[in-house]
Protein backbone atom coordinates (compact mmCIF):
# COMPACT_ATOMS: atom_id res chain seq x y z
CA UNK A 1 0.00 0.00 0.00
CA UNK A 2 1.20 3.59 -0.88
CA UNK A 3 2.10 6.20 1.74
CA UNK A 4 -0.85 8.58 2.48
CA UNK A 5 -1.80 10.98 5.02
CA UNK A 6 -3.67 10.67 8.08
CA UNK A 7 -6.57 12.59 6.38
CA UNK A 8 -7.00 10.35 3.61
CA UNK A 9 -6.61 7.05 5.31
CA UNK A 10 -9.00 7.93 7.63
CA UNK A 11 -11.56 9.13 5.30
CA UNK A 12 -10.69 5.60 3.11
CA UNK A 13 -11.80 3.99 6.74
CA UNK A 14 -14.93 5.81 6.36
CA UNK A 15 -15.85 4.48 2.85
CA UNK A 16 -14.84 1.21 3.99
CA UNK A 17 -17.20 1.15 7.19
CA UNK A 18 -20.18 2.45 4.99
CA UNK A 19 -19.72 -0.38 2.60
CA UNK A 20 -19.11 -3.21 5.17
CA UNK A 21 -22.51 -2.41 6.34
CA UNK A 22 -24.06 -2.70 3.19
CA UNK A 23 -26.50 -5.76 2.96
CA UNK A 24 -24.83 -6.73 -0.63
CA UNK A 25 -20.78 -7.18 0.56
CA UNK A 26 -20.12 -10.77 0.07
CA UNK A 27 -17.56 -12.57 2.86
CA UNK A 28 -14.28 -12.50 0.36
CA UNK A 29 -15.39 -8.68 -0.39
CA UNK A 30 -15.62 -8.16 3.28
CA UNK A 31 -12.75 -10.15 4.18
CA UNK A 32 -11.06 -7.68 1.89
CA UNK A 33 -12.41 -4.52 2.98
CA UNK A 34 -11.16 -5.93 6.57
CA UNK A 35 -7.52 -6.13 5.91
CA UNK A 36 -7.38 -2.74 4.29
CA UNK A 37 -8.83 -1.40 6.93
CA UNK A 38 -6.45 -3.00 9.48
CA UNK A 39 -3.57 -1.43 7.43
CA UNK A 40 -5.23 1.98 7.10
CA UNK A 41 -5.69 1.76 11.21
CA UNK A 42 -1.98 1.02 12.13
CA UNK A 43 -1.53 3.97 9.72
CA UNK A 44 -3.56 6.15 11.27
CA UNK A 45 -2.15 5.09 15.07
CA UNK A 46 1.19 5.46 13.29
CA UNK A 47 0.87 9.48 12.81
CA UNK A 48 -1.27 10.13 15.58
CA UNK A 49 1.96 8.71 18.09
CA UNK A 50 4.21 10.66 16.55
CA UNK A 51 1.97 13.52 16.43
CA UNK A 52 1.63 13.35 20.03
CA UNK A 53 5.49 12.80 20.41
CA UNK A 54 5.79 16.10 19.04
CA UNK A 55 3.72 17.57 21.08
CA UNK A 56 4.51 16.39 24.49
CA UNK A 57 8.72 17.76 23.00
CA UNK A 58 7.21 21.11 22.70
CA UNK A 59 5.21 21.10 26.34
CA UNK A 60 8.12 19.51 28.08
CA UNK A 61 10.72 22.87 26.30
CA UNK A 62 7.83 25.03 27.53
CA UNK A 63 9.39 27.13 30.32
CA UNK A 64 8.18 30.74 29.10
CA UNK A 65 11.71 30.47 26.43
CA UNK A 66 12.12 29.54 23.15
CA UNK A 67 14.40 26.09 22.87
CA UNK A 68 17.52 26.61 20.97
CA UNK A 69 20.44 24.88 19.96
CA UNK A 70 23.77 26.32 20.60
CA UNK A 71 23.59 28.64 17.02
CA UNK A 72 20.33 30.35 18.95
CA UNK A 73 17.91 28.64 16.50
CA UNK A 74 14.97 27.39 17.43
CA UNK A 75 14.93 23.49 18.24
CA UNK A 76 12.65 22.21 15.97
CA UNK A 77 11.01 18.60 14.97
CA UNK A 78 9.45 18.04 11.65
CA UNK A 79 6.61 15.76 11.30
CA UNK A 80 7.05 13.57 8.88
CA UNK A 81 6.25 14.14 5.53
CA UNK A 82 2.68 12.75 4.64
CA UNK A 83 2.91 11.69 0.97
CA UNK A 84 -0.04 11.78 -1.49
Not at 4 to 16: G, M, T
Not at 34 to 55: G, H, M, P, V
Amino acid sequence: MKEVSFEQAFHRLEEILERMNASDVTLEESLKLFEEANSLLITCQKRLQDAEKRIEMLVRNRQGELAVDEKGQPIVTPLPKDQP
